[in-house]
């Protein structure tokens, strides 16, 4: 189905990322809102989701986490870049239009959680902020969480100018392959974090795909502002645990 590139259907969990085929998937970005709300109806549907129970935030590129436990009706997006459930039917939504879409998910707690980590989200360490709560709030352990990397912007397309670099550079002074003056690696700083806070190499699984490269896929704000187009549109990361 080309609505909807599947990450991974287990038994026990459902994630998701949508293509450009799936249409926009940001209300900040549509004039019709009811569009995009249509949108995740069919996805909705789809895959035997309940829309009311879809966690839909307010992202501000901040490190800020919701908890979405049983009481979870769509209300008020909560201002956060992140959320975590253990609540089998909530959905996790994040917007994505090159920021990385990282899925969290722990079989051992039956808790998952999902990011949205742009470059200011991946300086500020925002996964490892996640890891951080799912161990507040679920009990889980780095070593048994397993890491899906969605589609992205890959280092090649994700150009930086000096004050960006000198901000990675600074921060991550070991993470030399991942950040070199004028390009960024997002997912591999992003990895390489999970990496040294103890999630196992084998436990990652790094989709590879660019958001920017694969036009025919994607939509992207890289590429739009390279065009002097912005606002074309963006994909959804969706992360569900099974009922
Ligand atoms: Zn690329």
């Given at each position: ?62 490190t ?7 009481s ?27 920021c ?76 030399a ?20 806070k ?17 036009e ?28």
């Amino acid at each position: 189905m080309r609505q909807v590139c599947i990450n991974q259907e287990k038994n026990d969990i459902i994630q998701l990322f949508t293509t450009r085929y799936t249409g926009n998937m940001s209300h900040t970005r549509e004039e019709n809102k009811q569009n995009v709300d249509k949108r995740f109806e069919m996805i909705a549907n789809t895959f035997n989701m309940s829309v009311d129970r879809m966690v839909l935030l307010n992202q501000t590129h901040g490190t800020d986490i919701f908890v979405a436990d049983e009481s979870y009706i769509r209300g008020e997006k909560p201002v956060c870049d992140a959320s975590v459930t253990n609540v089998p039917g909530i959905c996790l939504v994040t917007i994505h239009a090159d920021c990385v879409p990282v899925y969290f998910h722990d079989k051992k707690t039956k808790s998952i959680g999902l990011a949205h980590s742009g470059w200011k989200g991946t300086l500020d360490g925002i996964s490892i902020h996640v890891l951080d709560k799912m161990n507040e709030v679920y009990g889980t352990k780095a070593e048994d969480v397993e890491i899906v990397i969605g589609p992205c912007i890959c280092k090649s397309c994700f150009e930086v100018k000096n004050d960006v670099y000198s901000l990675f550079a600074g921060k991550y002074p070991d993470y030399a392959d991942c950040i070199t003056e004028g390009n960024i690696d997002l997912k591999g700083v992003i990895i390489r974090g999970l990496l040294d806070k103890g999630v196992r190499e084998e436990n990652i699984i790094d989709m590879d795909i660019c958001t920017c490269h694969n036009e025919d896929l994607f939509f992207s704000h890289r590429r739009g502002t390279k065009r002097n187009k912005s606002g074309e549109g963006a994909m959804a990361a969706l992360a569900c645990l099974k009922g």
